[in-house]
Every structure is written in C-alpha cells, then in structure tokens.
C-alpha cells in the first residue's frame, strides 16, 4: 500500500453498552508471517478529520459583512482548523505510544516502539510534514525511519451539538427524547503495515459515542485497551 490514503470502514462490530458510553471494534490480522519477522515499529501520527458543531466556531460578523470579511473569517476558520487537526495528530501520536508502554503485558512486546521524538525528527529531517505525509512512499518512509513496520491511524471526531447545547437538552428534555439525540462520536482505525513490501498486516477498527469520546487521552487509553487483546506483538 504504497500512500496513507485509506477509507473509514467498520466491517463488523462486538458492541458493549453502558449508560452513557458505547463501543464498537472489529480487528483483522491480514499477514501473521510478516508480523512475526517485525522488531523495530515506529508509529506515525494520526491522520484527524473533524466534523463538529462547536459555540467557538461561530461568528458574528455583523449585519452586513463584505465578501471580503467573509472571505476572510473562512480563510482564518480553515487555517485555525487545519492546526488544531495538525496538533490532534502529533497528540494522539504521543499518547498511543504511552499507552502501549502503559498497558504492555506482563512479558512486555516482541517489538522495539521507535520513539516517536525520534520518529518525528527523523521525517522531519526527510523533509516529511504533516501536511505532505500521504504524499510519501511505503519505501521512503521505511528509509527515512529505518523500521520493519509503521503504526498508523486516522481518527474522526463527529459533534452534532455544542457541548452546552447538549447538556442543556439532556437536562430539561426526559430520557425518552434524549435517548434519541445524536451523540458524539470518535471512529479511529489502527493499522500496521510491513515496510518491506507496503501491505497491511493488521487492522483494528473501534467507534466509541458519548460524552467524554472526543477527549484525546480517554481515546487513547480506550483504543490501545480494546486492541490489547488481538494487537499482534504480545508475547
């Protein structure tokens, strides 16, 4: 698989349900054999899109803006989104890796994490950003950061409502109507590909919906405790 270019699927999904969260995963292990001859790992950061309704994303621009004030209050809502998707990727880069080390089992992995300072700096130092990292070769990555195998993921934030909006509503509407009020929702994808020949191994898929879903760090402690089972280097 030669760019990170990938779409968000969830083929199949083992649901647990409580009363203000539920979760969804599926995993597939597509080459056991390669993941075997893996030792070295590094994880790259997350690819974030972002669909939300949020009180600080609103403006008012007065009752009669030029197109020009228009223009450009969506140009400065697109770069101030473009960072804040930039920063959510670096973040949740950082807080898989701790939370592998975290919530390692108890004979620890068959593989070495990259660290990902290092890894950063070295796709920095091959001209490799954020912005142009779907661009790259499985090959050009692999040289850059000399590994056997990347960890990649791609996460969507979805937020209906604002926050205050949406406690509002579950707080003065009864439960039968605020059952059906939409939630927010992360849907993230992990996946490992070998850099030897570019093809993905395996593959975890996990949506969680509720309150909190949207919070980096509880995403991330999450994710790696519902991959733990199936996630492939454990000894």
Request: proline residues 5%; hydrophobic residues 35%.
């Amino acid at each position: 698989m030669p760019r990170f270019v990938y779409c968000f699927l969830l083929a199949g999904s083992l649901l647990a349900a409580t009363a203000c969260t539920r979760q969804a995963y599926t995993t597939n292990t597509l080459d056991a054999p390669a993941l075997t001859a893996h030792r070295t790992v590094a994880i790259m950061p997350f690819e974030v899109e972002q669909d939300r309704l949020r009180l600080r994303d609103i403006r008012y621009a007065g009752p009669n803006p030029s197109e020009e004030d228009v223009k450009k209050h969506q140009q400065n809502w697109t770069a101030a989104q473009l960072l804040e998707r930039r920063n959510l990727g670096y973040q949740l880069q950082q807080q898989v890796q701790d939370q592998l080390q975290a919530q390692q089992p108890g004979n620890g992995y068959t593989v070495q994490f990259q660290d990902v300072r290092e890894t950063n700096k070295r796709l920095l130092a091959a001209g490799i950003t954020y912005e142009n990292l779907p661009n790259h070769t499985m090959q050009e990555l692999q040289q850059a950061l000399g590994v056997d195998a990347l960890l990649s993921g791609q996460t969507l934030l979805y937020q209906p409502m604002p926050n205050g909006i949406n406690l509002a509503a579950r707080i003065l509407l009864n439960d039968g109507v605020t059952a059906g009020l939409p939630s927010n929702t992360a849907t993230t994808n992990l996946m490992l590909h070998d850099c030897r020949n570019g093809q993905l191994t395996w593959r975890f898929d996990y949506e969680r919906a509720g309150s909190a879903s949207l919070n980096p760090e509880r995403l991330s402690k999450d994710l790696v405790k519902a991959a733990r089972r199936s996630f492939p280097y454990r000894r």
